[in-house]
């Protein structure tokens, strides 16, 4: 179904379909657009590269590249139903978009809401271009989804900040050269006050260490996509402090508002990829005809089918100019306790196959072992499922706090 959303986003539509046509690299078809933080990985040949610049580069000059951004610091100022139609088309065509990472869907919106017109003017850019490759250092060991009890301190020293301390369950640390991170400036200030958001280099301009001991971390996955960071006399500009000194819990707030809102007029897409994948899976083990494996795909499918719908109604809501409510903790519980039982019903499906890892070096898993394995960790980024289920309760519900358990 294709939701007609009036003449202005259907000629919208229409162009996206036709730079796509006219634009198509082949050799592109079916690339991850985000397997780092660009398109390219360290096992593409020459011919690869040079077919990913010349699409960046297509890209670049129509501004689809962080289009969504204002057009006065270099996006096309698309709204989220322009935004959903794009993405909607660049996935039917089966090219990928280029994506800059949490520089464009978590720093930028950020720097643009709490920068100063000076910061916006020199990391803005560096963003879209993508100069700079950010990593978001906000967990910490002892604080779980505490984000506000950061221990990280940074320290004033003359026209930079020098910051110490530690983070954790970083994701892309090590594809990164820029890291944004809460810190503390304050330490006699409330909890929630003396806290400044800042943009940390992960090293000096001459490519030695800026004092970031960065440890990757091994999944269950036999994946290291996670780091942990210590930090020992880390060294930025005043000029990287988004919003000011001891004001970052605004910028943070507005960070995970992008972060967890996400995809979501279009995050069934992904899934529903995923649904048919695992319905051939089935047709090849001669399973579809099992009663049990048929319910399991008639649940995940109308799971898949809710997300969409639920898209729809977001993208009512922003086609009306209305902001979204609590739709962003509701969305993220659901997509990611989905995706965590579809895990189940995929590695339950091939069997004991599942047991069984690929051949090879190194700690590897197929398609569906990776499925069943990473999708746990959904339910614990980008906020924990419990934190959402908070969210829920207490700010759209109106239902009394969760009572502190005893010494807190």
């Known amino acids: 179904m294709e939701l007609d959303l ?49 699409w960046e580069a297509a890209l670049a000059e129509q501004r689809l590249i962080c289009p969504q951004w204002p057009e006065e610091v270099g996006g096309r100022g698309l709204d989220g139903v322009e935004m959903a139609v794009l993405n909607e088309e660049f996935d039917r065509d089966g090219m990928p978009r280029v994506i800059r990472g949490m520089g464009e869907s978590l720093v930028g919106p950020s720097i643009i809401v709490h920068g100063s017109d000076e910061q916006r003017a020199h ?19 002892d604080h779980g989804s505490d984000l506000a009890g950061v221990e990280t301190r940074a320290v004033v020293d ?5 910051v110490t301390g530690q983070k954790v369950w970083t994701s892309g640390a090590h ?9 503390r400036t304050d330490p006699d200030a409330p909890k929630h006050r003396g806290l400044s958001y800042v943009l940390v280099p992960m090293k000096r301009e001459d490519g030695s260490s800026n004092g970031i001991d960065l440890q990757p971390l091994r999944q269950m996955s036999g994946a290291s996509g996670f780091c942990q960071e ?5 060294r930025a500009p005043l000029f990287n402090v988004i919003g000011g000194l001891n004001n970052g819990w605004r910028v943070a707030m507005t960070t995970l508002g992008n972060e967890r809102g996400g995809r979501a007029t279009t995050m069934h897409l992904r899934y529903e990829r995923e649904f048919w994948e695992l319905v051939e899976t089935a047709r090849k083990q001669s399973a579809a005809d099992d009663r049990l494996v048929r319910q399991d795909l008639a649940w995940a499918y109308s799971q898949v089918e809710l997300m969409r719908y639920s898209g729809l109604r977001l993208l009512s809501t922003l086609a009306a100019k209305r902001e979204p409510g609590p739709e962003a903790s509701v969305n993220k519980l659901f997509w990611s306790e989905y995706h965590k039982r579809f895990g189940n019903v995929a590695i339950n499906l091939v069997g004991a196959q599942g047991m069984i890892r690929p051949e090879g070096t190194g700690y590897r898993t197929d398609r569906w072992q990776q499925v069943f394995l990473g ?23 109106g239902l009394p706090k969760e009572p502190l358990a005893a010494g807190q």
């Open 175 to 183: 594809l990164a050269n820029t890291m944004f991170t809460l810190c």
């Open 230 to 234: 210590f930090i020992e006399g880390a």
């Open 375 to 397: 999708s746990r960790a959904g339910t614990i980024f980008s906020g924990t499922s419990e934190i959402q289920r908070n969210i829920i309760a207490e700010r759209a519900l």
């Open 123 to 141: 990391f803005l850019p560096r963003i879209i271009d993508g100069t700079d490759r950010y990593c978001q250092g906000f967990s910490e060991p």
């Open 6 to 54: 009036g003449d202005e986003l259907r000629s919208f539509r229409d162009e996206i379909r036709t730079f796509l046509a006219e634009n198509r690299i082949e050799q592109l078809a079916g690339v991850d657009p985000q397997p780092g933080f660009t398109g390219q990985t360290e096992d593409d040949g020459a011919s690869r590269a040079e077919a990913w610049q010349q």
């Open 158 to 162: 003359g026209d930079e900040v020098i």
